[in-house]
């Protein structure tokens, strides 16, 4: 079975189907009572039994989590298993079926509202397969949760518009206190919604890089804020009896869902509780014996109060959601007063390392990168090592061609090449209509209504995020010639 | 009758030396292990002498040395995660870049026959292509996570860019660059290896490839393009790569190097059984099912085990292996 992970996470491990029970250095903890004799275990054909009691007892199986691996350092091993558990397509249509959901707490909980928010990768990836065109694959995919028992099917676009413009005015902050202070750890700031680039980041580069980390949240974990503690509390429900499903194009968002960091101790859930991806989606549409086509049409629902208007859309720029020109033009504007620059991209080395430069009076004052794939994030790290990074931002993807190409899109038909494919979805994305996140209304009512104002720190708690280094300890044990 | 004749042994090494590589021109050849030094031997008259010793390029035991094919530059692989290339553009041997990428132990490191590629792996299960983009400038070109455990070694064709990896998965893989979107992908999976495949080595014509492994066998392949005249079938590829030749029942414990020499055309091998043997293969034999004699063996080559052989690219006949037992061992092969 073919990894579904991005190479970068691969590299590090996370994607290996040993089992934890195999090699992971998880410190087991064991209820200790005082004895001089030491324990004495039996193995048994049906487990571990604990004779020192007097009397056998059956030795609790050791569970590990994924949250247990995210945050240890050890083998780096977050078994398929462990994520599987919880983050599946079986849990995800048992929640419909049950109206319940046990927590990473091991807390069960009843569901009183199921959402849905599909992003636009992976929906024109299930658009080519069933060859829809993407509003009508939309209506269908719509159709089709809500046949399943979800009771609101929303799009992102409004989380996305939101992180977008946190990356924007983030970058020109960062940019002007570089300009105070050059030593000070702000360029070139790299794009953070790419959870397998943040996770190798983390486990790999830790504190060398985490703080050129954009400080802003996915738009997956910003729509998560948004449904678990606006919407939840806009209609007076319990936010740990929301469930929350976002449709996303890789792996590799299971693990950035699953991160403490998106847990609030205080609504006791995460934002996001389950990520299903387009493969899977389409493994459920085949087990239960149904072609996207033929399911009955509904429409996404649209919950807020301004009348934008529910679709799912594109932004300008790249496929992985345009970070790289947003931030440039909302750069060019106002650092250098430049509206509308041509934004030219030079291909480097490989067509998935490419850079944009803008120009005022003879000089260079703004060079931007897309990086794609793990060896051009290889290339970037070692520049910015060596100190020989030119770059103000970098828009950094984990996946080649970015997310477009995400883990877990449907695979290429039999006789089509993985190229091809990429191409075509390049194009759909092309076609969707586009959104502009500065005239975004809702989003401009969530500032005010929701957030507290722009910069106010409800904004800040609720839009941004931090980043954690994983210190390595090499053990001996795990040397092999 | 043949033989393989003891010219010289050499210590200096501190402990297990892991391997040994000759220089292009078979004048000079680099050795290293765990002692994390490199040394450099070349001829005084009749004697092999150390003439340079290269240290503090590394924190942990240095696996594998290569030559560059232009014989200016030596890349060295570390379990301390890093590859170093080595040269003496100031007069003496200096590390004037160091390639780092790799989460840990670096298992081996190959040059392409251009000089322009460099290949590496490791126990993260991954093979890097480095291409050589200047000045002590080295970019990452890929980095294939195809095998599912560590890759013990890299080596490439003699004439084109074609790498090959052996690993702990059993099998081989090859690779090769898509120009269309110059990315590196797997173009053959070589299975029939029931162990651990440690090393492998082209024939100087490239068509065929010899393995060997921890099962205890020598396996020998043969490239079959799409317009065979044998018939084998090459469904979808440029071609397809065919085990030829199984040769089991002569080594008794892991077979640990293999080498290939370009000028006669015989196979050495490295043992944990402590035992050199030389294989020829058999006049007339049959091209698609080929037969190997062993024509040499010497027991008690090295008193423990038998890191790596390496042919004299001069094809003198001269041969160079090391073990675990620290030393370095120089020998002459001849034929009746």
């Known amino acids: 079975m073919a990894s579904r992970f991005s190479g970068a996470l691969q590299l590090t491990d996370l994607d290996d189907f040993i089992t934890p029970s195999q090699e992971c250095i998880k410190p087991v903890k064991i209820e200790k009572t005082k004895s001089k004799t030491g324990a004495k275990i039996k193995i048994g054909e049906d487990g571990y039994f604990d004779l020192s009691t007097g009397k056998e007892q059956k030795l609790q199986k050791v569970e590990i989590t994924l949250a247990d691996c995210l945050a240890c350092s050890g083998c780096i091993t977050s078994a398929e298993s462990v994520l599987v558990t919880r983050q599946s397509q079986e849990e995800l249509l048992k929640v419909f079926s049950d109206r319940k959901y046990t927590d990473t707490r091991g807390v069960t909980r009843d569901v009183t509202l199921v959402v849905i928010s599909i992003s636009a990768q992976p929906l024109l990836s299930l658009a080519a397969r069933y060859k829809l065109d993407p509003e009508e694959a939309t209506r269908k995919l719509v159709g089709y949760f809500k046949s399943l028992g979800a009771d609101l099917v929303l799009d992102m676009t409004v989380a996305e518009d939101l992180s977008l413009l946190e990356a924007q005015q983030e970058f020109v902050q960062r940019y002007q206190n570089q300009q105070q202070d050059p030593s000070a750890k702000q360029l070139p700031m790299l794009a953070s919604s ?14 060398f890089i985490l ?14 804020s948004l449904v678990k503690q606006h919407l939840a509390i806009k209609r007076e429900l319990n936010p740990s009896e929301v469930y929350h499903v976002t449709f996303m194009p890789c792996y590799d968002k299971k693990l950035e869902a699953s991160r403490e960091d998106f847990y609030s101790e205080i609504l006791n859930c995460h934002d996001v509780d389950c990520v299903i991806t387009a493969i899977e989606l389409e493994q459920m549409l085949e087990n239960s014996g149904r072609c996207l086509s033929e399911v009955a049409d509904a429409d996404l629902d ?12 594109s932004h300008a720029g790249s496929g992985s959601g345009g970070y790289a020109d947003n931030v440039f033009l909302y750069a060019a504007e106002h ?17 998935d390392f490419r850079e944009v430069t803008l120009e005022k009076d003879g000089r260079e004052v703004l060079k931007f990168a897309i990086a794609n794939g793990f060896r051009n994030i290889q290339n970037l790290v070692q520049k910015l090592k060596r100190g020989k990074s030119p770059y103000h931002y970098v828009e950094v993807m984990a996946c080649p061609s970015g997310c477009l190409n995400g883990g877990a899109q ?11 494919l990429v191409t075509q979805l390049h194009a759909l994305y092309g076609g969707l209509p ?6 975004n209304k809702l989003v401009k009512q969530l500032y005010s209504d929701w957030l507290d104002g722009r910069d106010s720190d409800k904004a800040k708690a609720l839009l941004h995020t931090a980043y954690h280094a994983l210190e390595k300890n090499d053990i001996a044990l795990n040397i092999k010639w | 009758m043949a033989k393989l004749e003891l010219l010289q042994t050499l210590t200096g090494h501190k402990g297990i030396v892991w391997n040994v590589s000759w220089h292009p021109l078979g004048k000079m050849f680099a050795s290293c292990g765990e002692d994390k030094i490199i040394k450099l031997w070349s001829k005084e008259g009749e004697h092999w002498v150390m003439k340079t010793v290269l240290v503090d390029g590394h924190q942990r035991t240095i696996r594998e040395v290569s030559w560059s094919p232009c014989g200016n530059f030596l890349a060295s692989a570390s379990f301390d995660g890093t590859t170093a290339i080595w040269d003496k553009k100031s007069g003496q041997f200096e590390c004037n870049a160091t390639l780092e990428g790799h989460e840990n132990e670096v298992k081996s490191v190959a040059w392409s026959p251009s000089g ?16 050589v983009a200047g000045d002590d400038e080295y970019v990452c070109e890929a980095v294939l996570n195809i095998h599912n455990q560590d890759v013990k070694k890299v080596a490439w064709h003699p004439s084109s860019d074609i790498l090959a990896s052996a690993s702990y998965d059993n099998t081989v893989k090859m690779y090769k660059e898509d120009q269309l979107d110059n990315d590196w992908a797997c173009i053959a999976t070589l299975q029939s290896h029931e162990s651990t495949v440690w090393s492998l080595v082209f024939d100087k014509t490239g068509k065929r490839l010899a393995t060997c492994s921890d099962d205890k066998t020598i396996k020998i392949w043969q490239e079959y393009n799409a317009d065979n005249q044998e018939g084998v079938i090459v469904a979808n590829k440029d071609s397809i790569w065919k085990c030829v030749c199984t040769l089991s029942g002569y080594h008794t414990r892991c077979v640990y190097d293999i080498t290939w020499c370009h000028t006669t055309g015989l196979i050495a091998t490295a043992c944990g059984d402590d035992i050199i043997r030389v294989f020829k293969e058999v006049d007339n034999s049959d091209p698609n099912a080929p037969s190997f004699d062993l024509i040499c063996t010497k027991p008690n080559a090295h008193s ?8 004299n690219p001069s094809g003198n006949q001269e041969l160079i292996s090391c073990s675990d037992d620290g030393e370095i061992k120089v020998w002459k092969f001849t034929e009746d």
Not at chain 2, 304 to 311: A, K, L, S
């Open chain 1, 211 to 224: 703080p050129y980390i954009s400080s802003t949240k996915s738009p997956q974990q910003i729509m998560g």
């Open chain 1, 410 to 420: 449907v695979r290429p038909v039999q006789g089509e090449s993985g190229r091809e």
């Open chain 1, 335 to 351: 650092l250098f007063g430049e509206t509308n620059p041509p934004l030219v991209y030079k291909n480097l080395r490989n067509p």
């Open chain 1, 194 to 207: 790419c959870p397998g680039w943040v996770c190798y980041a983390e486990k790999t580069h830790g504190n």
């Open chain 2, 304 to 311: 423990q085990d038998v890191n790596c052989v390496q042919w």
């Open chain 1, 302 to 313: 649209w919950p807020w109060d301004e009348s934008q208007g529910a679709a799912v859309r």
């Open chain 1, 434 to 439: 586009v959104a502009r996140p500065a005239q």
């Open chain 2, 116 to 131: 322009q590629l460099l290949a590496t792996c490791g126990r993260d299960k991954s093979v890097w292509v480095w291409e």
